[in-house]
């Protein structure tokens, strides 16, 4: 008996069939449309599907600075979520909480050592202002100490599929600041470091988990401990803010970040018409000599994102295939199935994509076909038959590095079994013809 490559036969005559766009690399669009980032490594994603939009090296690890508090902030979120902290819940701070916010060279509020502070005072502090003493009093409290804390920072980023990255400690400092606080065994001039890529699925992760991250992250002035003698006035260090140097009215977070090897940096996000986007910018100079420059940069990434980007159906969800690509039926009272895609593939494109090139193939499930190509009867309506293969999505990238390119593929409608007279009758011709085919 001759076997069939069903596959084979099913995926040439579909490649000849069924065409859609190809659009070309992001990065190629990008240099048509004279976008480029001044800094070391950048990245856009949009928010909700977790297309990779732009990317300028955000592979490359780099030192991330105060954008480590994002990964406390998600933590404390945990925790008050879980009931084992509240926003009243007082922190007495410890010599090395008082000692680091004491250092006015660094970004601080005043702590008392031994005073207490409510978490919602410390949590203020570190979202707006990047408070770092007050950063280690929450991982104190949290954890017991800031080591613990990092511990549990490293076991989060790595359940995220993260694994390339270094944490030393909870503030994003070089450790030649923390006095002699220093993680296990760290060098004493070690840094926290990730790529910017690592950054944006942080980013993406806090804002899904915990929305109401964006209600500090976008205030743009605060006063600490108002009426108080330790009353200082915070400026939020994200200058995209309402009323501040950068303003872009659709910016309500994220976080800076700024160290001698870090550079300034910047997690960024921004939501028009319903639609938000996350970018992440390291190495955006120094942080000093041009101090608006990661905003600047930021901005240019926003504006490229919601300007030159179309959302476009791919594969349409209930999409008929053409009658051409029925599956035979075995012991049924059709003949064959027709098919139905029970998905949707979506994706952003960029403005003026080549809509002639992007092609897909049908590849039948095997375990369903006999050695004819055939599925067996009865078939329920939904019962998925395979899937869709999206061809030529190579240059489409996504943070967490998987790409949809198959859409399940299901019998558009019921198929009975045949009677048994029908049944019969197949299975003498199958074993005469097997008879037949020794001799």
């Given amino acids: 008996m001759t076997l ?8 040439s005559s579909l490649v000849a069939s069924l ?13 048509e449309t004279d976008m480029e980032v001044e800094a070391e490594s ?11 939009l732009y990317n300028q090296n955000a592979e490359d690890q780099r030192g991330i600075a105060s954008m480590t508090k994002m990964l406390v902030e998600y933590i404390l979120f945990e925790e008050i979520e879980a009931g084992n902290i509240d926003w009243d819940t007082e922190i007495t701070i410890s010599e090395y909480a008082h000692n680091i916010s004491q250092n006015y060279a660094l970004s601080n509020v005043p702590l008392h050592m031994g005073g207490t502070y409510t978490v919602q005072e410390l949590y203020e502090s570190l979202a707006i202002y990047s408070a ?8 104190e409290e949290i954890e017991g100490s800031e080591e ?15 694994t390339d990255y270094e944490l030393y400690n909870t503030t994003g400092l070089n450790n030649s600041f923390l006095m002699g606080n220093h993680y296990s065994g760290s060098e004493e001039d070690a840094e926290n470091y990730m790529s910017a890529k690592g950054i944006a699925i942080v980013s993406q992760r806090l804002i899904a988990d915990y929305p109401e991250v964006l209600e500090t992250a976008s205030v743009p002035t605060k006063t600490f401990r108002e009426g108080t003698s330790d009353a200082i006035g915070m400026m939020n260090w994200n200058w995209m803010l309402e009323g501040l140097s950068h303003e872009r009215m659709d910016v309500d977070g994220l976080k800076t970040g700024t160290t001698q090897i870090a550079g300034a940096t910047f997690a960024g996000t921004a939501e028009d018409d319903g639609r938000r986007l996350v970018s992440v910018v390291m190495g955006a100079g120094d942080g000093f000599s041009n101090r608006g420059q990661r905003f600047e940069e930021t901005s240019k990434l926003f504006d490229f994102g919601f300007d030159h980007f179309t959302f476009e159906s791919i594969i349409e969800k209930e999409m008929n295939l053409d009658a051409e690509h029925n599956i035979p039926v075995r012991n049924g009272l ?23 090139q992007f092609s897909y193939t049908f590849v039948p499930d095997e375990d369903k076909l006999n050695q004819n190509g055939e599925v067996e009867a009865p078939i329920s309506i939904g019962e998925n038959l395979g899937v869709l293969v999206v061809d030529n999505l190579d240059d489409i990238e996504f943070v967490d590095g998987e790409t949809p390119d198959t859409i399940k593929v299901a019998a558009a409608e019921s198929v009975e079994r045949a009677g048994f007279v029908t049944v019969m009758t197949n299975w003498l011709r199958d074993f005469f013809s097997g008879l037949s085919d020794r001799f």
């Fill in 4 to 11: 069939l490559n069903w596959k084979k036969i099913l995926k």
């Fill in 19 to 31: 065409t859609l766009p190809f659009f070309g690399t992001t990065a190629a669009f990008a240099e």
């Fill in 42 to 52: 950048a990245i856009l994603i949009d928010f909700d599907t977790s297309q990779i």
């Fill in 132 to 139: 770092n003493g007050a950063t280690i009093a929450l991982a």
């Fill in 148 to 162: 613990a804390f990092v511990d549990r920072m490293r076991e989060l980023v790595e359940s995220w599929g993260i």
């Fill in 334 to 356: 059709e003949e064959d199935v027709s098919l139905v895609t029970t998905e949707s593939l979506e994706l952003y494109l960029p403005e003026g994509a080549d809509m002639d």
